[in-house]
């Protein structure tokens, strides 16, 4: 158990509509990144969060968007979805945003199916 | 940019051979890291080993070792008396530097490894 949670594990929606995916990273972790893994793209880094700010922006669509609270979790927002966008989005945490401390640890993943 | 190659799509071994997972990277960066991660079939990413771009000693841990030479840029992995458990998606993951001092992993294309009975 890595200590990142992140709920639901599953989720189905239709074509269009929209969905939260949150996340909470270890106890400490100030830094949060989501991920996205499919079967044609791999491990995609989309967007990172540090202590409540966006630091860096990877492949991240405009239809979607994320947020990280004041308690430090954060959550991923899909809006307009396609059937493209069925993945496994992984969120992870790191205690810093660089150096010898720099390791990040995933959380279990949200399968989201767009049927 | 950096860029992480897995070459090995699959690999299929029986049980208690030895074997071996290629990486080989790309990046510009003076100090930088790399990183394994294994993925099991129920899905989640577990962290196995980091290494620091100035720290080229081999390591073993159990069944695991990494070899990380600098001059061929790459960072193997190699099992050692493979068990059907050791079953997975291995990933091989390089860190890049972004703006304001942060850092995201680059991941390679994962390897599959079957380890049969």
């Known amino acids: 158990d890595s200590g990142v949670t992140q709920t639901p594990k599953h989720l189905i929606t239709a074509t269009g509509q929209r969905v939260t995916l949150r996340c909470s990273p270890r106890?400490?972790?100030?830094?949060v990144y989501w991920y996205q893994q499919s079967l044609d793209q791999g491990l995609q880094f989309l967007i990172q969060y540090y202590n409540g700010e966006e630091r860096a922006k990877g492949n991240i669509l405009e239809r979607f968007s994320a947020q990280q609270f004041p308690d430090l979790h954060s959550e991923l927002n899909l809006s307009s979805l396609e059937l493209g966008d069925s993945a496994l989005y992984f969120c992870a945490s790191s205690p810093s945003l660089g150096g010898n401390t720099y390791e990040q640890y995933f959380g279990p993943g949200t399968r989201l199916t767009v049927t | 940019a950096q860029k992480v190659t897995q070459a090995q799509t699959e690999i299929s071994v029986v049980e208690k051979e030895d074997v071996t997972l290629d990486c080989v990277y790309e990046t510009r960066d003076t100090t930088y890291y790399l990183f394994w991660y294994k993925q099991p079939p129920s899905g989640e990413l577990v962290f196995l080993i980091r290494?620091?771009?100035?720290?080229?000693q081999n390591e073993i841990s159990g069944r695991y070792s990494w070899n990380f030479q600098k001059s061929t840029s790459s960072f193997n992995f190699t099992i050692t008396a493979s068990q059907v458990v050791d079953s997975a998606v291995y990933f091989c993951?390089?860190?890049?530097?972004?703006?304001?001092?942060?850092?995201?992993?680059?991941f390679g294309q994962g390897t599959r490894l079957t380890i049969n009975p």
């Open positions: 106890s400490g972790d100030l830094s």
């Open positions: 290494r620091n771009s100035f720290d080229e």
């Open positions: 993951a390089l860190s890049g530097w972004v703006s304001q001092g942060a850092q995201k992993l680059v």
